[in-house]
């Protein structure tokens, strides 16, 4: 099973950029999706899940209004696209696979996630 990040990068403020997250090995249906970010020195945070459906999805505070979560059965793809970004979002973002259960919870508990990928590296500069 492997989760693989990718669109990673550098960008001016303002600026947008579109993370994809490939699943394998995995019923991808079967799956909440998740992608957190990490910067250097801190605690690994919650931006965004997607329910196993893609019914449901949520943010974090700091960045509703500016990612949107989306996910692919067909590819077995999550996206997170990212616009107006800041260079507080500057780090490194990673994509999770909780199991699905059931419609549950909000996705922003990282120890509930089964599986993360490597995390792909973004900056944003001023």
């Known amino acids: 099973l492997q989760l693989v990040e990718s669109g990673g990068g550098s960008v001016q403020a303002g600026g947008s950029l579109r993370l994809a997250c490939a699943a394998f090995g995995l019923t991808f249906s079967s799956y909440h999706m998740g992608w957190f970010r990490q910067a250097p020195g801190e605690e690994r945070l919650f931006d965004a899940a997607?329910?196993?459906?893609?019914?449901?999805?949520y943010y974090g505070d700091s960045v509703k209004g500016r990612f949107a979560i989306s996910r692919d059965s067909a590819k077995n793809t999550a996206s997170l696209q990212r616009t107006s970004l800041k260079p507080d979002d500057t780090a490194v973002y990673f994509c999770a696979a909780e199991f699905a259960y059931g419609d549950c919870c909000d996705g922003s508990s990282a120890p509930a996630y089964d599986h993360w990928g490597q995390g792909t590296k973004t900056t944003v500069s001023s």
């Open positions: 997607s329910s196993y459906s893609g019914g449901s999805t």
